[in-house]
C-alpha cells in the first residue's frame, strides 16, 4: 500500500541503514535488472543575468556588473560540437531571468541549434518558461507551445528548491511560487513535453517541507505521468547569501534520497548527484534507491559558482557504476537505454 505524508515524516527517524535498505527493496522492483544508467551531456548557461537574486544563488548577477554575460551563439554552437565530438546526446540549456530576453530570443537561438546540430535540446526551466511568458504576453500554453515547435525537446526540474511557499517565501520571494512552477510543468506535460522533477535540500527547511514538497511532486505525476525522474541534491552554502549555515551531511543526502525513492511510487528513476556528494557517495546512493548516475556534465557553472567542483568523465561514471556492483548503461534525456558496457 502507498506510504502516506505522515509515514514519510516518521521515516526521518529511523536508522540510515534500515532505510537504505527498504529504498533499495523499492528500487529493485521498480528496476530488476542491475543497470545504472548515466548520460552524456553540457550544461550551457546561456546568461547569468538575473532579476530573482535567490538567497541560496552563487551564480546570478545584476545587469551591468563586470561579471555579467550573455552568451554570444557562436560560443554556444562551439560547446554544442564539443559535446558532441564527446559522444553526448543533449545539451541542458538554462539561464537567469534575463529581463531582456523574449520568446522571439528563444524561438531564434532554439531552431538555429536544430537547424545545425543532431542534439536533444533538454531546457528552460519553469521560472525562466513563466517569465519568458510574462515578458512576451503570453499563455504558458502558447509560450511551450512556441517553444517545442523551435526545437525545445523537453524540460528540467530547476528552481523548485523546496516546493513549500513557507521556505520559498524566505529563498527565493522574487521568483515562482510553488503553484506557477506545478503550472508550468502541467501545462508542458498536458501538451506532450517530459519534464523532470528536482528539489534543493539542506538550508532553512524541515523535514515537514521535504515531505510536502514530495507530495506535490507525486501528486501532480498521478494526474499526468509526465515526470521522467527526480532529482534531489543539497544546498552548497559557500559564496552565497546563506554562506553561514552548515552544510549537510552525506547521511542527510543519502536519508532523503532514500525517503524520496519510497514515497515517489509513480516516478520510474531517482537519479544520484555526484555533482554536490562526490563519486563516494554517488555510489553507495545506487544502494539508497537510485537507479541512474545523473549525466557526465562536460560542463556545469550553478553549483560550481558555490564552490563544488567534482568532475567526472563517462570513463570514470562506467567505473564508478560497475565498482559499485552494477551494470553501466548509457541512456538518453528520455531515459532510453543506447548502449550498455
Known sequence: ???????????????????????????????PEDRVTF??????????????????????????????????????????????ELGGTSILIQGGLN?????????????????????????LSPPEIWHIARNSGLTLEETIKRLMAAGLGSIPG????????RVRQQLSPNKVSTEEWLEVMETAHRVGLRTTATMMFGHIEEPRDIVEHLGRIRDLQDKTGGFTAFISWTFQPPNTELAHLEKATAADYLKVL???RIFLDNVPNIQASWVTQGAKIAQIALYFGANDFGS????ENVVAAA????RMSKEEIIRCIKDAGFQPAQRDTLYRVLREF
Open 258 to 260: 532514500a525517503i524520496s
Open 158 to 165: 530547476g528552481g523548485a528548491e523546496i516546493l513549500s511557499p
Open 99 to 123: 529581463p531582456e530576453l523574449d520568446i522571439t530570443y528563444f524561438e531564434d537561438l532554439l531552431s538555429a541549434i536544430k537547424a545545425r546540430y543532431p542534439i536533444h535540446i533538454h531546457g
Open 39 to 84: 548520460c552524456i551531456d553540457r550544461n550551457i548557461n546561456y546568461t547569468n543575468i538575473c532579476i530573482s537574486r535567490c538567497a541560496f544563488c552563487a551564480f546570478w548577477r545584476d545587469k551591468g556588473h563586470p561579471e555579467a554575460y550573455l552568451l554570444p551563439k557562436e560560443e554556444l554552437f562551439k560547446k554544442i560540437e564539443e559535446t558532441l
Open 296 to 299: 557526465t556534465m562536460i560542463e
Open 1 to 31: 500500500s502507498r506510504i502516506t505524508p505522515e509515514e514519510a515524516l516518521e521515516l526521518f527517524d529511523i536508522d540510515l541503514l534500515t532505510l537504505g535498505k527498504m529504498a533499495h527493496q523499492v528500487r529493485k522492483r521498480i528496476h
Open 307 to 310: 564552490g563544488a567542483t567534482f
